[in-house]
């Protein structure tokens, strides 16, 4: 995985008649300068009047497809820079397919993340502290919770678990989601 955000972009006549080429261009820097070197690749294509692009791979960001709105790649970038990973975990595993709007992706995003846990039975745990705020912390109700049975129940009401390994570079943890209602 590269340290910055980019996709391998090609002039689709380049890539429809087998020819590699094709560029790595980094994605956080803007719709207009992502477009610019668009039109660069284009110009130097293989084939005559190169006009259409095509997206081949991804690295360190969402997946927008083989021919993607750079408008709207670029505003998720932006997104990505203020959420980092967990947006990055929502997107690939929550997010509406039909979502096509920067701001209502954002919305839905901070409200549904929860945070990022250790493991379930952490998420579980906090979850019966709200449940069973009333109840002072010395009080034998504390010692019969199971707070994976809690997290076991949130998951199977809607709740999502997406593992941090996927997306950072370490094997330990969890993003929460809430879709429970």
């Known amino acids: ?98 979502m096509d709007d920067a701001d209502e992706m954002r919305s839905e995003f901070e409200e549904r993340y929860r945070g990022e846990y250790s493991d379930a039975g952490e998420y579980g745990e906090e979850m019966a502290e709200g449940m069973f705020s009333d109840y002072p912390k010395d009080s034998e109700i504390w010692m019969y919770i199971d707070y994976k049975s809690i997290a076991h129940d949130f998951d199977l009401s809607g709740g999502v678990f997406v593992q941090v390994g996927q997306y950072e570079p370490r094997f330990y943890g969890i993003y929460v989601f809430d879709y429970t209602y």
Not at 23 to 42: F, K, M, R, S, V
Not at 70 to 79: H, T
Request: charged letters at 30%; a negative charge.
């Open 1 to 98: 995985m590269t340290k910055y955000p980019m996709m391998h972009v090609q002039a689709l006549a380049d890539y429809n008649s087998e020819k590699a080429t094709g560029e790595w261009i980094e994605t956080d820097h803007g719709a207009e300068a992502i477009q610019e070197e668009i039109d660069e690749i284009l110009k130097n294509s293989k084939e005559p009047n190169a006009e259409e692009f095509i997206v081949t791979e991804y690295d360190n960001m969402p997946d927008f497809g083989e021919h993607p709105d750079i408008e709207l790649l670029a505003e998720v970038m932006e997104i990505v820079e203020d959420h980092g990973s967990p947006f990055l975990a929502w997107f690939d595993n929550c997010m509406d397919r039909d």
